[in-house]
């Protein structure tokens, strides 16, 4: 999983502990199985859990041991990715191409068992919890280091924390998971391998938080030096690959634009298989640039890369190519990816003294009712046939499908209804001329809709919605650009009418998604705040304080059932309110090597989850 936004791999574990059926819910639904029948229903196993990595100290050297078969060191695992990196700097990740690249080279102090759903270890050795519930201890590993050769210390834990994440440097999805009621924790080296974190109240994700990359401070306390300014180049894509110094199992070896990243194995790297001899098996990852996902598709069915995930259309080509191929296939379940539409609320101006949104549209774009019309015109049913062939499902709710807090209620949703929606805008003062919508102030409503040119279902979508609301005599002028200049105009800034676009959800810790839900989050984007506004307060809309309110309320509540409740209440309001108005969750169907072994696919972690594990098998 990536850290985009997410930044989004942050799930509690205090309910774990406080609550011990919470283990048992997760395991009741997880793992993976072969494609063989149907592909309609998610075919999910529970006898694929991976066994935990254990802990392992050889000659004061405190090391995991990887539990799976022992395979074969050597050999090239070669996947893709759509978009090229914007920077090698995981605190200046906010597009997930960037993410996912940076997430290879840099580990956190804890992360997500992908079976189990359980916070277990990473750089840290252990954790104890104080019976205060506001007191953490992370005893770190003894003598692992960096790639560099230096050790991985608690100086470099404290600088992470305190001087990036605390300090506010680069990208601030990390900074905004990790505030607590509108205060951070305080974090203290007690010792060399020594850290303690102090929440200034009960807080149920934060351990989750703690998977955040770990960065050496003996590399990057040069760049923080230098001011925020400096901090957003540092390690950008010029880099000189031996300049990154990194604790992940790969290190970058190369990057060509629009061709491939190539990373090599860590040398360095602390966890060990069964035998005690160091991991990942094997030399080389390479992650071929391919532009678009047809593009993606011929590279795989060539035999240039090794693993695909398939578009709904061509499952069943691929379920009989696989017949005689070499690949296996699986389907991991509904995507964790939420695909929504967004239209920009934001009803400020910018230096210069213009909107950033005109203001005819500020009013449609702020109508409750003419968001829910949107709501309504749109077919999801046709979307789910024509776009994924079936494979998928409608979505109306801001948690995925497979998500622990689910309100089933919201999921339900309801039917396309033009006539419904026609209602909802005569009610605020459109009408219609002809079959023409016209607001009040006798202004054809008109809008731009925006997506990432390369991914084909996106497009499709697009022109699938654009034919939707030309029916409710709305004129979409639908433009795919591309991705990074979809980030620039959307994430970074606030230059867009409406997006189509999917955000990364964490199925089991709702507050993953903080940053999307509190007005001055970084991924806050129906209602983004700039670097000049941040600390505006007062075009706060009433339900953007409600949904702070109950996120705040979530993440403070340690009782699972509670905190059940709570988040139900969000995804209502959502639902309700439409600042994001969701689409479809498709099926996530991937094809892999049958040369990849040691691949233990999980709803949770995905395919190759565990990368470091992997090998080939000639």
């Not at 000049?532 to 340690?558: Q, Y």
């Amino acid at each position: 999983m990536n850290k985009i936004a997410y930044k989004i791999l942050i799930i509690f574990f205090a309910v774990i502990l406080l609550a011990g059926c919470f283990a048992l819910i997760f395991k009741r639904d997880l793992g993976y199985d072969i494609i063989d029948e149907s592909i309609q229903e998610p075919l999910l196993s529970i006898n694929n859990i991976i066994p935990p990595a254990k802990n392992v100290t050889l000659d004061g050297i405190d090391y995991l041991q990887s539990q799976l078969p022992i395979g074969k060191f050597g050999g090239v695992f070669t996947t893709s990715i759509l978009g090229e990196p914007k920077t090698f700097n995981p605190y200046n990740a906010n597009d997930a191409t960037s993410a996912e690249l940076s997430e290879m080279m840099y580990d956190g102090l804890t992360q997500t068992d992908v079976s189990t759903g359980e916070v277990v270890v990473k750089l840290a050795k252990s954790f104890e919890i104080l019976p205060d519930k506001k007191t953490y201890i992370i005893h770190l590993r003894h003598g692992i280091k960096w790639s560099d050769g230096v050790e991985i210390t608690a100086d470099d834990v404290y600088f992470t924390y305190n001087t990036i994440i605390f300090g506010g440097f680069g990208d601030g999805s990390a900074k905004d998971v990790m505030t607590i009621d509108g205060m951070l924790p305080k974090v203290e080296k007690i010792d060399k391998y020594t850290v303690k974190f102090v929440t200034p109240k009960p807080f149920a994700p934060f351990l989750r938080n703690l998977s955040a990359s770990i960065v050496p401070k003996h590399v990057f306390q040069k760049a923080t030096d230098k001011g925020r300014e400096y901090f957003l180049t540092f390690q950008g894509i010029d880099i000189k690959p031996d300049n990154l110094v990194v604790s992940g199992a790969f290190k970058l070896k190369e990057y060509l634009p629009s061709q491939r990243v190539v990373y090599e194995r860590n040398d360095n790297y602390y966890l060990i298989n069964k035998n005690n001899q160091k991991l990942p098996y094997i030399n080389k990852l390479v992650m071929l640039i391919v532009g678009d996902t047809n593009n993606q598709t011929l590279k795989f069915e060539s035999g240039a890369i090794d693993m695909l995930a398939i578009n709904g259309s061509l499952v069943n080509r691929y379920r009989e190519l696989k017949k005689h191929g070499d690949f296996e296939l699986y389907n991991l379940g509904p995507s964790t990816n939420t695909t929504f539409l967004v239209f920009n609320l934001n009803n400020r101006k910018n230096k210069d003294g213009k909107y950033y949104v005109e203001v005819k549209k500020q009013r449609w774009f702020q109508d409750k009712n003419f968001r829910s019309a949107i709501d309504w015109a749109i077919d999801r049913d046709d979307l789910v046939l024509n776009v994924f062939s079936g494979i998928a499902k409608p979505l109306f709710s801001a948690e995925p499908l497979n998500s622990l807090f689910l309100n089933e209620k919201v999921a339900k949703g309801h039917k396309k209804d033009l006539n419904y929606a026609k209602s909802l805008l005569l009610k605020s003062g459109f009408y219609y001329k002809g079959n023409v919508l016209y607001d009040k102030d006798n202004n054809r409503v008109e809008f731009e809709l925006l997506t990432n040119a390369g991914n084909t279902q996106r497009e499709a979508s697009g022109v699938s919605i654009k034919q939707d609301l030309e029916k409710l005599g709305i004129k979409v002028n639908f433009k795919p650009i591309e991705f990074n200049s979809l980030i620039n105009k959307t994430v970074n800034s606030v230059d867009y009418d409406c997006i189509l676009i999917a955000l990364t959800s964490n199925i089991n810790e709702p507050n993953a998604g903080y940053n999307v839900w509190t007005p001055n989050g970084a991924l806050h984007l129906f209602n983004k705040r700039t670097n000049n506004d941040i600390k505006s307060t007062d075009k706060i809309l009433d339900f953007e304080k409600e949904l702070e309110n109950i996120f705040k309320m979530g993440a403070l509540e340690l009782d699972f059932e509670k905190r059940k409740k709570i988040y139900d209440k969000y995804q209502e309001l959502v639902a309700k309110e439409n600042p994001m108005i969701y689409l479809y969750a498709p099926l996530n169907i991937s094809a892999i090597r049958k040369k990849v072994k040691n691949v233990y696919p999980t709803k949770i972690g995905g395919l190759i989850q565990n990368i470091a594990e992997i090998y080939i098998e000639n």
